[in-house]
């Protein structure tokens, strides 16, 4: 007798390609984007690109597309799969959406918002460990990687098996995000990225700590401290780091000036609003041209209220004086140092002069200082007020090792990793079946 319902059917091949991830020898650092197939289904997971790199090709039977954070190198051709896939949906966490939207807001011109928008709204945004059901059989739900804001790792679930992807994580905890834990389940089959396997572990609690005293020493001589903010990730953690410290009386309450998008998308958005009201202005939609918008917001018209907390009202336009606040943190997109003057504002004056006057720079990543010096039209000598936030927001060998033995799974996929590597991995795990497979190279799960 049939009652209607359909069985479920088990045993049903399930595989891996990757798109664009390992070559043949080299760790390329931009190329993330892999297909898991169940049966005749494919699930994309980020879809990411770099400039100047080609188009992905068009995937049949294609159900969903998941993004696990929000780093152009994971979702930058997620508007051109939408565009190819008009039925399809994409799933990332709130945060994740949020950032990607400001991303694209950014780098489209102002004629495609339109669209953007459209597209957009067929990228729903799960919470954590929501269970999403992509097709009849399959589900998905994320889980925190401790990566940045939003970011999350992934976990399939089929009626042959659960399968991990990790996305970047990191399980080292930082004051912020909530780490990287492998959750407790039986496991078919991991797929994680292999870039850092080889390289050395920085000693995060020890740089924050060296950071976290130069900038305390900073704002307590009165200086000022500017963050540029294009990149997207360590910049915003680690603003909510100070603010945390200074809310909890570990460093000097200054104000911190941010542009909206820093304000809005971030998974520890409670406790960035809390604080708010103490030492966060929070500009409405630009740094600069609307800055008393954001004063507004906070203090009303009582003008008496905001001489009270500032001393007088700083005045906006060409004549600002970045020494009028002593102690302040200033967060601005770095595409306003390419030019002299924005809103009326010389920003590459007001970057130099807090740097002059022994201010820090701060940059999410090394290779910016040598940029960032050049368009600040800044020598060699600045170098030392340049500093760089800790960084330990990858997985390392240890991290993927443990996160093997935790799992247990059938399979270990590392994208991105060494072939040098793997019996590393291997050994240490206790799983022999460690593959890094190359580009459209499909592999059984």
Do not use: W
Request: aromatic share 8%.
């Amino acid at each position: 007798m049939n009652s209607g319902k359909t069985s479920i059917i088990k045993h049903r091949p399930l595989t891996f390609v990757s798109l664009r991830g390992n070559g043949r020898s080299s760790r390329s650092s931009a190329k993330h984007t892999f297909i898991i197939s169940y049966g005749n289904d494919r699930f994309l997971v980020d879809p990411g690109n770099i400039n100047g790199e080609s188009s992905l090709p068009r995937i049949d039977n294609l159900k969903a597309v998941i993004i696990t954070h929000a780093h152009f190198d994971h979702f930058g051709n997620l508007l051109e799969v939408l565009k190819q896939c008009p039925t399809i949906t994409a799933y990332c966490t709130r945060p994740t959406k949020q950032l990607i939207t400001q991303v694209f807001s950014r780098r489209l011109p102002y004629r495609d918002h339109s669209q953007l928008h459209q597209l957009m709204e067929r990228v729903v945004a799960l919470k954590y460990r929501q269970r999403q059901e992509l097709t009849r059989e399959v589900t998905v739900s994320l889980n925190h990687a401790g990566h940045m804001l939003g970011s999350a790792a992934c976990i399939f679930d089929c009626p042959d098996g659960k399968i991990l992807v990790t996305g970047d994580f990191s399980p080292q905890p930082r004051g912020v995000l909530t780490p990287f834990a492998v959750p407790d389940y039986e496991y078919r089959a991991i797929i994680s990225d292999g870039s850092f396997v080889g390289m050395e572990r920085p000693d995060y609690p020890a740089e924050r700590n060296s950071l976290l005293h130069r900038v305390q020493s900073t704002l307590e001589s009165g200086h000022n401290m500017l963050v540029p903010v294009d990149a997207l990730g360590l910049a915003q953690e680690f603003i909510l780091y100070l603010a945390g410290q200074m809310e909890a009386g570990k460093l000097r309450k200054s104000p911190i000036f941010c542009v909206d998008f820093l304000k809005d998308p971030n998974d520890a958005r409670q406790s960035f609003m809390d604080l708010s009201t103490r030492n966060l202005i929070l500009s409405h939609v630009d740094f600069f041209s609307e800055l008393y918008v954001g004063f507004r917001e906070q203090f009303g018209n009582r003008r008496n209220a905001l001489r009270n907390y500032f001393g007088s009202l700083i005045p906006l336009g060409a004549d600002f004086d970045p020494t009028f606040l002593q102690g302040a943190i200033f967060m601005m997109p770095t595409q306003h140092f390419k030019y002299q003057t924005l809103f009326g504002f010389h920003a590459k004056k007001f970057a130099r002069q807090i740097i002059a006057e022994n201010g820090i720079l701060l940059l999410n990543k090394q290779h910016f200082h040598k940029v960032m010096l050049r368009r600040l039209s800044l020598q060699s000598e600045y170098r030392s007020a340049v500093l760089a936030p800790p960084s330990a927001d990858h997985p390392y060998a240890d991290d993927i090792i443990n996160t093997v033995r935790a799992a247990t799974p059938n399979v270990t996929i590392l994208v991105h990793g060494r072939r040098s590597d793997l019996t590393r991995v291997a050994a240490a795990s206790k799983n022999n079946k460690v593959l890094a497979p190359g580009i459209n190279e499909e592999v059984p799960l």
